[in-house]
């Protein structure tokens, strides 16, 4: 099997594993600099496939892997090579449309445009169906697809680098090699003699196979492996063949990616009959990991990590696998991987100077049928939650029961087998009363109890009842119509997206009469995309500063207690370590942020993660080491984790909650409301979960000291003046002494609005203490525990409505989950409250918010900032009111939306209010009432798998909600080579702002871009910066920008008019010349009004709104819970556009991102509050194939904004609420199976959708087996819902 170029997580690749390989990263691929972009590049950039840049070029790597191999490949083929790659912004439509241009199935080498079809708004009358490649319908033509592939560069395959020769001459990597260095050796056999002679010499030895298990164990745990054995270059070990008896060989070293190609191929060569175990290893390995850890990852890995949720093992237990067992003592064994195999938790029958050295997977006989089954959290690239697998033998005469093995992983402690559950059923007949006896039986063996380790003990049982549920259907079926390929409605691992890919983008063009050179308008690429793409862009980590320090914390492992004692000794002595830092060490303020956030924690921890000290060592791993070894000893407290616990214990953070009241808008006092004079009432309570950042590239700052008491910082923020803050607070230096920069951060989205300054005044006291350099870099694992959340909230609701349907009183109470300090938890609550409305026109609004202080982190800024929350729990109750009194859900919204001029409860009245054409247009975009019959003539004849159409509107105020942060300021020089550069108060997260405000600069200064740049974001450039947040960083900036040009533009123009055929480089240098100053500062300021939130009284908060429309359209299995985005619209009112390309990317990210909050993110907190979603892999955020199939965006058409620079509006944060269509329209697809069950009754869905929540709302015949839970408060759950 030539397999050249694999893909590896270089994070879990040693170096030593690439001993004699040659090793290509993206840098070595193509270049900016020396103007050579690789085909993948440029299409990447030309797609405008990347954002923050972080995560670019590892798709990037991704998809050369595959061209290497396949220089031609087929779109599945793209969808599986990135299977383990993650992008938290773009949304990956933009990424896979780039990828699909190089595949052979794609429709003439790019995607289907939706717009070929019936969708556009125009129908028949569409120009694209009069053959025009624009429409053209007004003065301004509207365009369907952002990118054109016309003239990039075909992929040659003969240009690519080519294989060293003398690695090729010399074959290292198959010599047997070993090395030692730090007291750590690394063997390579080469034969399985000299692996067995080094296994039975060193019987402790660990062996690595693709290092997926212990590279993990490794960094996180610190687990101590002094001496490694890699078996991979063993040739006894990557040898395969098939047996007329027993079926297919596979040596152990053969990587699971090259035994799922081997299975493929067998499958193909061999009856189907025979081989339906292949097959679902097969299935199964598709689903297992992503391709990147499958390139590495071995079956013997998985089986001697005796993970009781591994995918692999269920099959191996029902199929009757064998293994065998090589060693020097005992030479070869052969052992059934069956009920005695695993001893206990991680434990296999694997003696230490063993080795596996291959497997026999059976094959199936003719009258024997073979399933797995799997659900995990998300699709692809997750562990299981539990795992099936199903081996059914039937008599060949009479089809009763020879031989039946179920086997689960995710049950117990260990891969088990239903052995209580199959006992008798020899003889039986496949019918109604075994189905109801086996799931009975195994109700009673695979009993959780309510504690249980890994938690959803309800959950986990049902899919066991499930699973059986769909091998029982399946072989049903295939033994009544004997159609081998009914496989649809139960397939086993979750189904793959069949549907073909499709998206639009419609936008309108600048207007013809537009200066060929004025870029506003128009859908360039990002000012950074080609530098992501080349892995050139430089982010704060990459700066080398010489005799640099690295730091990390020592953490707590409580939530809540006193600190007893520190010990740091053993740390200490630890070679590399420099120093031990903590409170007593900070020479200024010891609490920041708010005043309220201890840099160090002094005496008392106040959440799990919360930093104590920090180890100052000469490397970043000799840092985490010795951090690891220090032992800090805590009195444990009872902790306040939940919103519940809070309010019982009346911890808040505002004694005093706030309040709206639009009442007060026309009179002095809130009067006092009967609610029984109301004709229809609802009143409930809705809970919607936190969400992870999940930026890609972590926490992390460089500081610089400098003399006298100066200090130079780098640090990955969105607002530099606070980071300058923060340190000046906690070094007691003045501001001025402190620059702060940053170039760009990989990803940001609320979570380096605040936070960044905690982890650079850390740094800075080290600096100051030791005189030199610090760099801190937080691992995701510490900065998801260290860093708060978006805030969790719990909303208690009252709303009447009359008979019509007409909104009458709504009353609401707010509690957010804020953590230990206040952070930004007053600014979100209020921005929740002020969107609780959302798109409706209540007759009276009376809101409250009660901040809940607890002991997790401090929960802060998250796009939308509060928004979404809001607008779910009016969401929530109009699905109420509509499910409890039957009205028509569209209609009763249509008649509710707010009209032009209409004041919102806050008190700001609503201009150029675009709603209802978002959502008429919308509609016809989505082509809603068709589809909605047709998921209706689905749904009435799919008893299993449901479909659900859900149409969601939004409206999404624009401004901070602190008044003076509505400010920002702007520094442009102009050079006498007429290159132009600005500084402004924003910085770049991967939103485009940058690229927006060159656009703004070129058209103000009326030059071309290319003379305009900015280098980065400064507090010694523009001082006292607000955060680059609240989506008005291209408002405000530029503005300021604009205001700066204005000036510049004045200075210039006398020489302009004295020489009007001049170009812009004379001008500058006649000016110059005549000692007029081409250095201008801006300032902007956009509208904002304090609403007075402890009386309720509102006032005109925001300038403007930005508006927007969701359409989606899910497929759950209701079985498992699984999920699958069909369809996605989008309406979107932007004003008008300041660059579409940029727009939309924020539309589609913006839209997945609330998809995963909607869904899939869960945080998951034990009730002694320690975190345990701590990384990718038990944290989901969606994946490229999570994302919709049909993809379609448009940007409203003809809108203007006369609060917005050059009349656009912002759009960072409006459409993540849209994300919520999914959410809903998943409910729609539970209410049609819950109807089928005979449940009509509104039932309360919390958010996220995960599939837990889907399976158990499926309320059915299993879930009514499940034995009940205890009652809240007797029991101690695994999770609590914070
Ligand atoms: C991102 C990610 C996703 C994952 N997803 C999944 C998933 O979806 N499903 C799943 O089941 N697992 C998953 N895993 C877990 C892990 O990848 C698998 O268990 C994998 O099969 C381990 O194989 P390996 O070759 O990498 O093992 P290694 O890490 O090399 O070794 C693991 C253990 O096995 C021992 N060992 C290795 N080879 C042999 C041998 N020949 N004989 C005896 N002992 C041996 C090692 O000494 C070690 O103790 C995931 C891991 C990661 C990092
Ligand atoms: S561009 Fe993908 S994570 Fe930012």
Redesign the pocket.
Same mark, same amino acid.
């Given at each position: 099997m030539a397999q050249n170029f694999i893909l590896v997580?270089a994070c879990?690749t040693p170096v030593c594993s690439v001993f004699g390989k040659a090793v290509t990263t993206v840098e070595g691929i193509g270049s900016v600099a020396k103007k050579r972009l690789h085909p993948i590049q440029e299409r990447l950039s030309v797609a405008h496939g990347s954002q923050c840049g972080y995560c670019t070029p590892g798709f990037v790597m991704a998809m050369y892997a595959l061209l290497r191999n396949k220089p031609k490949p087929n779109m599945e083929d793209v969808d599986e090579a990135i299977q +383990?790659n993650l992008c938290r912004c773009t949304g990956y439509r933009p990424i896979l449309e780039a990828f699909y241009t190089f595949t052979e199935n794609a429709e003439n080498g790019t995607l289907k445009n939706s717009m070929n079809g019936n969708s556009c708004p125009m129908g028949e009358k569409c120009c694209k169906m009069n053959g025009n490649s624009k429409c053209n319908d007004t003065d301004r033509k509207e365009a369907t697809k952002l990118s054109s592939f016309e003239n990039v560069k075909e992929y040659d395959e003969t240009q690519e680098l080519i294989f060293p020769a003398e690695l090729k001459l010399n074959k290292w990597h198959r010599k047997s090699f070993y090395m030692t260095k730090d007291g750590f050796t690394w063997y390579q056999p080469n034969s399985l003699e000299e692996l067995l002679n080094l296994k039975s010499s060193y019987p402790n030895s660990?062996?690595?196979?693709?290092?997926? *298990?212990? +590279?993990?164990e490794m960094k996180f745990r610190f687990i101590e492996a002094p001496m490694a054995i890699n078996?991979k270059q063993v040739p006894e070990?990557r040898e395969y063949n098939l047996d007329n008896e027993k079926g297919l060989y596979l040596g152990?070293g053969l990587s699971?990616n090259e035994v799922k190609q081997l299975m493929g191929k067998y499958i193909a060569k061999l009856p189907k009959q025979k081989t339906q175990i292949f097959k679902e290893v097969q299935d199964m390995l598709y689903?297992? #990991? +992503?391709k990147h850890?499958r390139n590495? #990852?071995?079956? #013997?890995?998985?089986?001697?990590?005796a993970?009781p949720?591994?995918?692999?093992?269920p099959i191996w237990m029902a199929s009757c696998a064998q293994i065998i067992l090589a060693s020097k003592q005992h030479g070869e064994k052969i052992l059934p991987i069956d009920e005695n195999f695993f001893l206990g938790y991680r434990k296999p029958s694997?003696s230490a100077d *063993?080795?596996?050295?291959g497997i026999w997977v059976p094959y199936t006989k003719p009258n024997q049928f073979f399933r797995a089954y799997k659900q #995990?959290q998300r699709r692809e690239?997750?562990?299981?939650i539990v795992t099936g697998a199903f081996l059914l033998e039937l008599n060949e005469n009479d089809n009763t029961i020879e031989n039946l093995k179920i086997s689960f992983g995710g049950m117990a402690p260990v891969t088990k087998l239903a052995l209580e559950t199959v006992k008798n059923v020899k003889g039986r007949k496949i019918d109604e009363t075994l189905l109801e006896d086996i799931s009975n039986k195994l109700t009673d063996e695979f009993k959780l109890p309510p504690d249980v380790p890994g938690g959803m003990p309800q959950f986990r049982q049902a899919l066991t009842l499930s699973f059986w549920l769909k091998f029982y259907n399946e072989v049903s079926q295939k033994l009544k119509d004997q159609n081998e390929d009914n496989h649809s409605e139960m397939n086993g691992v979750s189904s793959r997206h069949e549907e073909k890919y499709h998206f639009t983008q419609v936008f309108a063009e600048v207007p013809e009469t537009q200066n060929p050179i004025d870029p506003v308008g128009r859908p360039i690429m990002h000012a950074s995309g080609e530098k992501h793409v080349t892995g050139e862009a430089i982010y704060s980590t990459d700066i080398q500063v010489a005799g640099c320090l690295h730091m990390a914390y020592v953490m707590s492992n409580v939530a809540s207690g006193k600190i007893l004692e520190v010990d740091t000794s053993k740390a200490l002595l630890l070679p590399g370590v420099v120093d031990y830092i903590d409170h007593t060490d900070v020479p200024g303020q010891l609490l920041i942020i708010h005043n309220d956030t201890p840099i160090f924690a002094k005496d008392i921890i106040e959440f799990h993660g919360q930093p104590i000290g920090a180890i100052i060592a000469e490397d970043h791993e000799t840092a985490r080491r010795a951090a690891a070894l220090v032992k800090v000893t805590i009195e444990k407290d009872q902790p306040i984790v939940t919103i519940e616990q809070a309010i019982e214990k009346q911890s808040f953070l505002n004694q005093q909650p706030y309040y709206i009241h639009s009442s007060l808008l026309e009179q002095n006092s809130v009067p006092e409301y009967d609610w029984s004079q109301y004709e229809k009432v609802v009143e409930g309570q809705i809970r919607i979960g936190g969400q992870e950042h999940f930026y890609l590239e972590t926490h992390n700052a460089v500081v610089i000291p400098g003399e006298d008491d100066e200090i130079e910082v780098i640090s990955s923020t969105q607002c530099v003046s606070d980071v300058q803050r923060d340190i000046s607070w906690a070094l007691g230096v003045p501001r001025h002494k402190i620059v702060v920069k940053v170039k760009r951060i990989g990803g940001g989205f609320g979570g380096k609005e605040s936070t960044p300054g905690f982890f650079a005044a850390g740094a800075a006291v080290a600096a100051k203490k030791l005189r030199r350099p610090v760099k801190i870099y937080i691992e995701r694992f510490d900065d998801m525990a260290i860093t708060g959340t978006r805030h969790p909230f719990l909303f208690d609701y009252k709303v009447a409505v009359d008979n019509t349907g007409k909104l009458l009183n709504f009353d609401a109470k707010c509690y957010s989950n804020c953590g230990f300090s206040f952070d930004l938890s007053k600014g979100v609550m209020e921005r929740a409250m002020v969107h609780i409305d959302n798109v409706y026109k209540f007759e009276n609004v009376d809101v409250c918010g009660k901040l809940c202080k607890t002991n997790i982190a401090s929960s802060t800024a998250f796009r939308g900032f509060g928004g979404p929350q809001g607008m779910f729990c009016t969401e929530t109750i109009i699905k109420h009111i509509v499910e409890k009194f039957g009205f028509d859900e569209n209609k009763l919204r249509e008649q509710n939306f707010y009209n032009e001029g209409d004041c919102t409860p806050f008190g700001m009245h609503l201009r150029q209010c675009n709603i209802r054409r978002c959502w008429d247009e919308c509609i016809e975009l989505s082509n809603f009432e068709q589809r909605k019959n047709a998921v209706d003539e689905y749904n009435k004849k799919s008893p299993y798998v449901k479909r659900g159409i859900y149409l969601i509107p939004t409206k999404f105020g624009i401004g901070f909600g602190f008044k003076q942060l509505n400010q920002a300021g702007a520094l442009v020089h102009v050079y006498t080579d007429g290159s132009v550069l600005v500084s402004h108060a924003g910085m770049e997260m991967g939103q485009g702002l940058h690229t927006k405000i060159l656009q703004i600069a070129a058209r103000c200064l009326e030059i071309d871009i290319s003379l305009v740049h900015i280098e980065n974001t400064a507090t010694d450039k523009v001082p006292n910066t607000s955060p680059t947040a609240a989506s008005v960083g291209s408002d405000m900036n530029g503005l300021a920008v604009q205001d700066a040009c204005r000036k510049l533009m004045e200075r210039i123009k006398p020489f302009k008019e004295e020489n009007p055929t001049g170009s812009w480089k004379d001008w500058v240098m006649k000016a110059y010349v005549n000692r007029v100053s081409l250095s201008a500062t801006g300032f902007g300021i956009i509208h904002s009004e304090a609403v007075d939130f402890f009386n309720g009284k509102g006032a005109e908060l925001f300038g403007y709104c930005v508006y927007g429309v969701g359409c989606a359209e899910v497929e759950i299995d209701c079985l498992t819970g699984d999920h699958k985005v069909l369809r996605t619209d989008i309406v979107m009112d932007v004003g008008d556009s300041l660059n579409p390309a940029v727009d939309i990317g924020q539309i589609e990210g913006a839209f997945v991102q609330g998809y995963g909050l909607f869904t899939m993110e869960e945080l998951k907190v034990r009730p002694d509050g320690i975190r345990l979603t701590r990384g990718?892999?038990n944290y989901k955020i969606p994946s490229a194939d999570d994302a919709p199939r049909n993809f379609n965006v448009k940007l409203l058409k003809g809108s203007s904004n006369k609060m917005g620079i050059f009349s656009s509006k912002a759009i960072g944060e409006p459409p993540l609420f849209l994300g919520s269509c999914t959410f809903f329209a998943i409910r729609e697809a539970i209410r049609a199976y819950r109807m089928d069950n005979g449940l009509n009754d509104y039932f309360r869905m919390d958010s996220p959708a995960t599939p837990e929540r889907i399976r158990m709302a499926c309320e059915d015949g299993i879930t009514k087996k499940l034995p009940k839970l205890p009652e809240e408060g007797t029991y101690n759950p695994w999770v609590v819902n914070i």
């Open positions: 997580n879990l +383990g660990r062996l690595i196979s693709g290092n997926t *298990e212990i +590279g993990v078996i070990l152990m699971l689903y297992f #990991a +992503g850890v590495m #990852a071995t079956i #013997a890995g998985n089986i001697a990590t993970s949720i591994s995918d692999l093992n694997i *063993e080795v596996i050295k #995990a690239d997750d562990i299981s990718p892999g």
